[in-house]
């Protein structure tokens, strides 16, 4: 589940508070999916690969859709002491 604060979100081009590097339409769907699937989601078969619905592979393809996207602002923020 992904927190509701600012590390995670950005304004997309008319002003919707998108999950950074998902569309509106994506970023409603992973929620939605975050919401249906719960504590059950990301549950692999026996291969370690495939993943037991269809609801949880689309909800895993956006969360790394999402985490690639955060990653060039996940490294900005790193300061050197």
């Not at 927190?3 to 409603?28: F, M, N, W």
């Not at 929620?31 to 592979?57: F, K, N, Q, Y």
């Not at 990653?71 to 790193?78: G, L």
């Amino acid at each position: 589940m992904i927190d509701d604060d600012d590390e995670h979100y950005q304004l997309d081009a008319h002003g919707v508070r998108v999950l950074i590097g998902l569309s509106a339409a994506e970023t409603a769907e992973f929620i939605r999916l975050d919401s249906a699937l719960g504590d059950v989601r990301m549950t692999p078969m026996e291969d370690g690969h495939t993943w037991s619905c269809m609801e949880d592979r689309r909800w895993l393809e956006l969360f790394e859709k999402h985490e690639a996207a955060r990653q060039p602002f996940r490294n900005a923020s790193r300061t050197r002491h």
